[in-house]
């Protein structure tokens, strides 16, 4: 036993010795407790071993030691702060863990003594590049027109604060389509038809390590560009010509077809010419100076093309509004007053003259709008309003005897007039008959030369006054084609080296008066074929000759009056001799720049302007039939013709195939959706064809064409005959098709082209590709309908629109016997709603024997909620249209507030601006047309689409002026209603409704040969 003391030294030397035991251990060799030999702490290696890492943002890595020493331990942490529970050799760093930073990475190994190493690591949590779409930014597709182009823009960010790359890729891959700088490219199918169709645009941005990649769906097509970009509620055209044209710089290059006109009688301005138009129902100035002209409160640049009066659509306007929002129908002759700054415009089929006055606006000033020829309407020194002016064709102004001549061209009621206009107030303008009472009270028609009090004409057309005073025109009415003057020179007027003498106030003939063409002969022999124009060749107050259109042989003749040969179109004239200087003497179009003589022309026996521009040598005319303006060079020895405004076949039939953008047809009567393609059927009344659009592509090709009359069970659809089509609607992809009308004596049938699509229809088997007829007779008499036969041995009348409800039936109205027919898979017929035969209104029960009545149903539809029912039409010609509803199902139904029980008919809505030819509906919207083409002396209807939502009857949409506007339709003359909400946008004639799958409507406007399409709005 150690004593205390002892004890007390030895517990002191133990404790040193262990305060000096780890400076033994750091550089000496121990053994441990199994007497193995061991090494000091130390890190061997690091993984990775680089310092810097990074991590992509969805994946992970791993990070670890190899250490060696005695009761090592490990701690990892992350900016010098402990990970919990990461006390291993390695580590595993998830990014999903982390949000995108750079983070410090340590690991610490500590060992039994306490003495430690670490390693570190410099950690970046990637996060990839973030692209947002400037450009398109819709999820919806981007629509393209093939020839235009389009722009894509990203703005791409990067947290992590690295550079970015762009690669932008066409269907995957780089194309010389698609022209990608940065975070912006430009696609461009440079009109290539062949990539019209779905496409990927897309853009892969890189930060080095990882790439994001935004994806646009492109649709490529043949749609106008306005389609392509529409909003909920707005609209466009979306296929048929857009404008007419107005203010086109018609002297630059290649712009000619850019208007659209039918050209009618020419006259001169100062500074350029009015064109009367009437197929569009307007006047054009062209500004043929240097500089801008200031017209009827109008600025028209040089060279450009511009619509003065009318508002582009038939009809008949209130005085007082704007010329160009103002009705005119058929404008014939025009005539400038340099003195008050106006123009007098022939409003020839609503028989009266009205004026534009220097303001821009528009009021009737002569002639009450009749043909009534009594004597209270011919009372010389009456006042201008009072007169009649029937069919009033060709206007002259002499402005120094402040008179307006007017050729009245009625048949029975043939003259010219004379108006004074010498008073300041247009009230007290007074108007007398110059030729035409002969000693009586009311108009003789004749051809009688003479004095006033003998004298006749029969339908005046062209008039024109010449630089002598003296009043030229052409009459061609009693077979007889003359070019006739009424001397007012004061003295004696002589022509064609004297052949032709007329006294001061007499009226002569100097042509022959026969209606066939004779050329190369003397002057006063000369004979023409409708002449409805008329220009003279003036130069220093003598009239040298006069220019004369012949319908019969296409030609235009000029009359020599020089006293020399003259040379126009490469065709001498001598002296008092009669040759033609314009035409080949063929009907048609063969282009410009050829000779006059060798240059088709298509004149019209209606309408054929000419004028002569003694400045320039050009010989301007209406190529009526090609829908060109134009003009012979009579300054270049041959003469050069050429084309100023307009373009062969605006509508007309068009080719198997074509673009949406390109469609030329003559009516667009009737529109049916194709929910099997997602088309859009287009019926042209015009040519009894029907042609399908498809609603991705903008393509169309042809349904039906027609070729003859006579037609066939199997008739092939590209070599149809048949007569008057009247509606067309789809089946399952099946074409239905309704043809006859009152006036027509057979084909008053409905029958349907078997797409490939089943085999039987309606008890007829047809093949495919083929049509057969499913209900009336083919070819054989249209009569009475009688309920309970076979649909195709029934008798027919007028059928003018088809449906398939639910239960498979066809349902056809029947528009003369005012009744509608249903026709069972079987092929029985039967009096589903009316009477057959008895036209009225009265709400009633479905079936053969009911008291129901009906007048004129047209455009059936299903109604999209209760399938098995349908509505129409009724009273389509009518001021007050109807909705009427047939409920074919066991329960009540409720429409637009209107109970309707189970097995009746009711009228459910009143169109009240009535002449309603179309109604569709597509969920909660039923919408209906107002506005008819078939008269246009009056508005006939309101000319706009009304949408209601059928369960509470209020109207969620207007497309056209609302029903209490003062103007009642019209047209756009450029793009001014393009791509704009639909309600400020203008219609015409709206004859179809159709709906396609998303809800998006289309309008069919017949006249106007184009449909529109508004954008689902609600």
Same mark, same amino acid.
């Given at each position: 036993?150690?004593?205390?003391?002892?004890?007390?030294?030895?517990?002191?030397?133990?404790?040193?010795?262990?305060?000096?035991? +780890?400076?033994?251990?750091?550089?000496?060799?121990?053994?441990?407790?199994?007497?193995?030999?061991?090494?000091?702490?130390?890190?061997?290696?690091?993984?990775?071993?680089?310092?810097?890492?990074?991590?992509?943002?969805?994946?992970?890595?791993?990070?670890?030691?190899?250490?060696?020493?005695?009761?090592?331990?490990?701690?990892?942490? #992350?900016?010098?702060?402990?990970?919990?529970?990461?006390?291993?050799?390695?580590?595993?760093?998830?990014?999903?863990?982390?949000?995108?930073?750079?983070?410090?990475?340590?690991?610490?190994?500590?060992?039994?003594?306490?003495?430690?190493?670490?390693?570190?690591?410099?950690?970046?949590?990637?996060?990839?590049?973030?692209?947002?779409?400037?450009?398109?930014?819709?999820?919806?597709?981007?629509?393209?027109?093939?020839?235009?182009?389009?722009?894509?823009?990203?703005?791409?960010?990067?947290?992590?604060?690295?550079?970015?790359?762009?690669?932008?890729?066409?269907?995957?891959?780089?194309?010389?389509?698609?022209?990608?700088?940065?975070?912006?490219?430009?696609?461009?199918?440079?009109?290539?038809?062949?990539?019209?169709?779905?496409?990927?645009?897309?853009?892969?941005?890189?930060?080095?390590?990882?790439?994001?990649?935004?994806?646009?769906?492109?649709?490529? =097509?043949?749609?106008?560009?306005?389609?392509?970009?529409?909003?909920?509620?707005?609209?466009?055209?979306?296929?048929?010509?857009?404008?007419?044209?107005?203010?086109?710089?018609?002297?630059?290059?290649?712009?000619?077809?850019?208007?659209?006109?039918?050209?009618? @009688?020419?006259?001169?301005?100062?500074?350029?010419?009015?064109?009367?138009?009437?197929?569009?129902?307007?006047?054009?100035?062209?500004?043929?100076?240097?500089?801008?002209?200031?017209?009827?409160?109008?600025?028209?640049?040089?060279?450009?093309?511009?619509?003065? %009066?009318?508002?582009?659509?038939?009809?008949?306007?209130?005085?007082?509004?704007?010329?160009?929002?103002?009705?005119?129908?058929?404008?014939?002759?025009?005539?400038?007053?340099?003195?008050?700054?106006?123009?007098?415009?022939?409003?020839?089929?609503?028989?009266?003259?009205?004026?534009?006055?220097?303001?821009?606006?528009?009021?009737?000033? @002569?002639?009450?709008?009749?043909?009534?020829?009594?004597?209270?309407?011919?009372?010389?020194?009456?006042?201008?309003?009072?007169?009649?002016?029937?069919?009033?064709?060709?206007?002259?102004?002499?402005?120094?005897? =402040?008179?307006?001549?007017?050729?009245?061209?009625? +048949?029975? %009621?043939?003259?010219?007039?004379?108006?004074?206009?010498?008073?300041?107030?247009?009230? =007290?303008?007074? &108007?007398?008959?110059?030729?035409?009472?002969?000693?009586?009270?009311?108009?003789?028609?004749?051809?009688?030369?003479?004095?006033?009090?003998?004298?006749?004409? !029969?339908?005046?057309?062209?008039?024109?006054?010449?630089?002598?005073?003296?009043?030229?025109?052409?009459?061609?009415?009693?077979?007889?084609?003359?070019?006739?003057?009424? =001397?007012?020179?004061?003295?004696?007027?002589?022509?064609?080296?004297?052949?032709?003498?007329?006294?001061?106030?007499?009226?002569?003939?100097?042509?022959?008066?026969?209606?066939?063409?004779?050329?190369?002969?003397?002057?006063?022999?000369?004979?023409?074929?409708?002449?409805?124009? #008329?220009?003279?060749?003036?130069?220093?107050?003598?009239?040298?000759?006069?220019?004369?259109?012949?319908?019969?042989?296409?030609?235009?003749?000029?009359?020599?009056?020089? &006293?020399?040969?003259?040379?126009?179109?490469?065709?001498?004239?001598?002296?008092? @001799?009669?040759?033609?200087?314009?035409?080949?003497?063929?009907?048609?179009?063969?282009?410009?720049?050829?000779?006059?003589?060798?240059?088709?022309?298509?004149?019209?026996?209606?309408?054929?302007?000419?004028?002569?521009?003694?400045?320039?040598?050009?010989?301007?005319?209406?190529?009526?039939?090609?829908?060109?303006?134009?003009?012979?060079?009579?300054?270049?020895?041959?003469?050069?013709?050429?084309?100023?405004?307009?373009?062969?076949?605006?509508?007309?039939?068009?080719?198997?195939?074509?673009?949406?953008?390109?469609?030329?047809?003559?009516?667009?009567?009737?529109?049916?959706?194709?929910?099997?393609?997602?088309?859009?059927?287009?019926?042209?009344? &015009?040519?009894?064809?029907?042609?399908?659009?498809?609603?991705?592509?903008?393509?169309?090709?042809?349904?039906?064409?027609?070729?003859?009359?006579?037609?066939?069970?199997?008739?092939?659809?590209?070599?149809?005959?048949?007569?008057?089509?009247?509606?067309?609607?789809?089946?399952?992809?099946?074409?239905?098709?309704?043809?006859?009308?009152?006036?027509?004596?057979?084909?008053?049938?409905?029958?349907?082209?078997?797409?490939?699509?089943?085999?039987?229809?309606?008890?007829?088997?047809?093949?495919?590709?083929?049509?057969?007829?499913?209900?009336?007779?083919?070819?054989?008499?249209?009569?009475?309908?009688?309920?309970?036969?076979?649909?195709?041995?029934?008798?027919?009348?007028?059928?003018?629109?088809?449906?398939?409800?639910?239960?498979?039936?066809?349902?056809?109205?029947?528009?003369?016997?005012?009744?509608?027919?249903?026709?069972?898979?079987?092929?029985?017929?039967?009096?589903? !709603?009316?009477?057959?035969?008895?036209?009225?209104?009265?709400?009633?029960?479905?079936?053969?024997?009911?008291?129901?009545?009906?007048?004129?149903?047209?455009?059936?539809?299903?109604? +999209?909620?209760?399938?098995?029912?349908?509505?129409?039409?009724?009273?389509?010609?009518?001021?007050?249209?109807?909705?009427?509803?047939?409920?074919?199902?066991?329960?009540?139904?409720?429409?637009?507030?209107?109970?309707?029980?189970?097995?009746?008919?009711?009228?459910?809505?009143?169109?009240?601006? &009535?002449?309603?030819?179309?109604?569709?509906?597509?969920?909660?919207?039923?919408?209906?047309?107002?506005?008819?083409?078939?008269?246009?002396?009056?508005?006939?209807?309101?000319?706009?689409?009304?949408?209601?939502?059928?369960?509470?009857?209020?109207?969620?949409?207007?497309?056209?002026?609302?029903?209490?506007?003062?103007?009642?339709?019209?047209?756009?003359?450029?793009?001014?209603?393009?791509?704009?909400?639909?309600?400020? %946008?203008?219609?015409?004639?709206?004859?179809?409704?159709?709906?396609?799958?998303?809800?998006?409507?289309?309008?069919?406007?017949?006249?106007?040969?184009?449909?529109?399409?508004?954008?689902?709005?609600?």
């Amino acid at each position: 036993m150690l004593t205390g003391r002892l004890r007390l030294a030895f517990h002191v030397l133990l404790f040193a010795f262990f305060l000096t035991l +780890p400076a033994c251990f750091k550089d000496a060799e121990v053994y441990s407790s199994s007497g193995a030999l061991s090494e000091n702490l130390q890190i061997h290696s690091m993984l990775p071993s680089s310092g810097s890492i990074r991590v992509l943002s969805a994946g992970s890595q791993s990070f670890s030691v190899i250490a060696t020493g005695v009761g090592l331990t490990y701690q990892w942490r #992350l900016d010098d702060v402990d990970i919990p529970g990461e006390i291993s050799s390695s580590y595993l760093f998830e990014s999903s863990g982390f949000t995108p930073a750079t983070y410090a990475l340590e690991v610490v190994v500590t060992d039994l003594g306490g003495a430690t190493d670490s390693r570190t690591w410099t950690v970046t949590r990637n996060d990839p590049p973030v692209i947002v779409p400037v450009s398109p930014v819709t999820f919806e597709p981007k629509l393209l027109n093939f020839n235009s182009s389009a722009g894509f823009l990203v703005t791409a960010s990067d947290s992590n604060s690295d550079s970015l790359s762009y690669v932008w890729k066409f269907d995957g891959d780089t194309s010389p389509e698609l022209n990608g700088v940065s975070s912006a490219a430009t696609l461009d199918p440079g009109g290539t038809q062949a990539l019209i169709g779905s496409h990927i645009v897309s853009v892969s941005v890189s930060d080095g390590y990882e790439t994001t990649v935004q994806n646009w769906n492109v649709k490529i =097509n043949a749609f106008h560009d306005s389609c392509n970009n529409l909003n909920a509620g707005e609209i466009c055209t979306l296929t048929g010509k857009i404008g007419i044209g107005d203010n086109t710089d018609i002297s630059i290059a290649g712009s000619a077809p850019k208007v659209t006109i039918l050209p009618g @009688m020419i006259s001169k301005h100062p500074n350029g010419l009015f064109i009367s138009d009437v197929s569009n129902h307007v006047v054009w100035f062209w500004n043929q100076s240097g500089g801008t002209v200031n017209i009827l409160n109008q600025s028209i640049a040089p060279g450009h093309f511009k619509v003065v %009066a009318g508002s582009g659509v038939a009809g008949i306007s209130i005085d007082g509004l704007p010329a160009t929002s103002s009705k005119l129908n058929n404008p014939h002759g025009t005539a400038w007053s340099s003195v008050t700054q106006s123009l007098f415009i022939a409003d020839y089929v609503n028989n009266r003259i009205v004026r534009v006055t220097s303001d821009g606006v528009l009021t009737k000033t @002569m002639c009450d709008g009749t043909v009534t020829n009594t004597t209270a309407r011919n009372t010389n020194g009456s006042t201008a309003l009072s007169h009649s002016c029937p069919r009033p064709y060709g206007l002259a102004l002499d402005e120094s005897s =402040n008179e307006l001549f007017v050729s009245n061209s009625y +048949p029975s %009621a043939s003259s010219i007039k004379v108006f004074d206009i010498s008073n300041g107030n247009p009230t =007290n303008w007074t &108007g007398s008959v110059l030729i035409g009472l002969a000693g009586g009270s009311t108009i003789q028609n004749g051809n009688i030369d003479g004095l006033p009090i003998f004298a006749k004409v !029969y339908e005046p057309m062209s008039l024109v006054l010449g630089a002598d005073s003296n009043l030229y025109f052409t009459t061609v009415g009693g077979s007889k084609c003359l070019l006739r003057v009424y =001397n007012r020179s004061g003295g004696l007027a002589s022509y064609f080296s004297g052949a032709v003498t007329a006294l001061n106030g007499e009226l002569k003939t100097l042509s022959g008066n026969s209606c066939s063409l004779t050329e190369g002969v003397s002057a006063t022999s000369a004979q023409f074929g409708g002449p409805t124009g #008329l220009a003279l060749y003036e130069a220093g107050g003598m009239v040298y000759g006069f220019f004369v259109p012949s319908y019969n042989g296409q030609r235009v003749l000029f009359l020599n009056n020089l &006293g020399a040969s003259i040379t126009f179109g490469g065709r001498e004239v001598e002296s008092s @001799m009669a040759r033609s200087v314009l035409g080949l003497g063929l009907l048609g179009y063969n282009g410009d720049g050829l000779v006059g003589t060798s240059t088709k022309i298509y004149p019209s026996s209606i309408l054929f302007g000419l004028l002569f521009d003694e400045s320039s040598q050009k010989l301007y005319f209406s190529d009526y039939g090609n829908m060109r303006f134009r003009s012979l060079d009579a300054s270049i020895g041959a003469g050069v013709v050429t084309t100023h405004a307009g373009e062969s076949l605006q509508s007309g039939n068009s080719p198997l195939s074509e673009l949406a953008t390109e469609l030329k047809i003559s009516s667009s009567e009737s529109i049916a959706y194709d929910l099997t393609q997602n088309s859009m059927g287009i019926f042209d009344s &015009g040519y009894d064809d029907v042609r399908n659009l498809n609603l991705d592509t903008g393509l169309l090709t042809k349904y039906l064409d027609r070729v003859g009359s006579i037609a066939i069970e199997g008739d092939s659809p590209l070599a149809l005959d048949a007569i008057n089509l009247t509606s067309i609607s789809f089946f399952n992809g099946n074409l239905i098709y309704t043809e006859g009308a009152s006036a027509v004596s057979n084909h008053c049938v409905a029958r349907v082209l078997n797409t490939g699509s089943g085999t039987t229809f309606w008890g007829v088997t047809i093949l495919s590709h083929v049509i057969n007829t499913v209900a009336g007779l083919l070819n054989a008499s249209c009569g009475l309908f009688t309920s309970g036969s076979s649909a195709t041995t029934s008798q027919m009348n007028w059928l003018n629109s088809s449906v398939v409800d639910s239960g498979g039936n066809l349902i056809l109205s029947n528009k003369t016997d005012a009744c509608i027919i249903k026709v069972d898979a079987s092929g029985n017929s039967s009096t589903l !709603y009316g009477t057959c035969g008895a036209s009225g209104s009265v709400d009633s029960l479905l079936g053969v024997g009911s008291s129901a009545r009906t007048i004129l149903p047209s455009s059936l539809i299903q109604d +999209p909620i209760y399938p098995e029912n349908v509505m129409y039409i009724e009273s389509t010609a009518a001021a007050s249209s109807k909705i009427v509803y047939l409920n074919q199902s066991a329960s009540s139904v409720n429409v637009l507030g209107a109970w309707v029980p189970a097995g009746s008919g009711k009228r459910i809505y009143t169109v009240t601006s &009535g002449y309603s030819k179309s109604i569709a509906a597509f969920g909660s919207q039923i919408c209906v047309a107002s506005g008819s083409y078939s008269q246009v002396i009056t508005s006939y209807g309101s000319h706009n689409v009304t949408c209601l939502d059928r369960n509470t009857s209020a109207p969620t949409l207007r497309v056209g002026n609302a029903d209490a506007a003062p103007i009642k339709g019209g047209v756009q003359f450029v793009f001014e209603h393009e791509g704009v909400v639909a309600s400020s %946008a203008l219609l015409y004639d709206p004859s179809g409704l159709s709906f396609d799958a998303e809800g998006n409507l289309y309008i069919a406007e017949g006249v106007m040969a184009r449909v529109r399409k508004v954008k689902r709005w609600w």
